[in-house]
C-alpha cells in the first residue's frame, strides 16, 4: 500500500505547530513583535514543509536547507534588535523544535505508532 500525504492537512498541521513554536520562542526570548509578523513566518514555515515533496537530498543539502529556512523564518517573525537577540531567538526556535520533535518520536515509539 502506497503512504498517501494530504498537502491540506501537512500544510495546516506545520502552520499550527509553527505558529506554537513561535509565540513560546517570543515568551522565552522576551521578544516583542507583532501578531502578523509570526502569522506569515508560520505561514512561510509551513510552505517551506513542502521539502518533503522532494526527491532524497544529501544530509549536507538537508542541513543547509533546515539552517536557512529557520534563519529566514525568525527574520520574518521578529524584527531584528542585534546578533545577541537574534542568535537567543534561534537557540530557543531550535531547542524547542527538538524538544517537541523527540517528545513525538517518544510518543510514537512507546504506543507503537509505526504507520504514522
Do not use: E, H
Not at 494530504?6 to 509565540?23: P, Q, R
Not at 505561514?43 to 543547509?64: D, H, M
Not at 546578533?83 to 512507546?110: D, I
Amino acid at each position: 500500500m502506497r503512504p498517501v500525504l494530504y498537502l491540506d492537512i501537512l500544510l495546516v498541521l506545520n502552520f499550527i505547530i509553527d505558529y506554537v513554536l513561535l509565540c513560546t520562542t517570543k515568551a522565552i526570548a522576551d521578544t516583542s513583535t507583532k501578531k502578523w509578523r509570526i502569522l506569515l513566518a508560520s505561514a512561510l514555515a509551513s510552505l517551506c514543509s513542502l521539502i518533503i515533496l522532494a526527491p532524497v537530498l544529501p544530509l549536507w543539502v538537508q542541513f543547509l536547507y533546515k539552517s536557512v529556512t529557520a534563519g529566514l523564518i525568525l527574520l520574518v517573525a521578529f524584527p531584528y534588535q542585534g546578533m545577541r537577540q537574534y542568535l537567543k531567538q534561534l537557540f530557543w526556535f531550535l531547542l524547542l523544535s527538538v524538544a517537541l520533535a523527540g517528545a513525538v518520536l517518544f510518543f510514537m515509539f512507546s504506543f507503537s505508532l509505526s504507520g504514522v
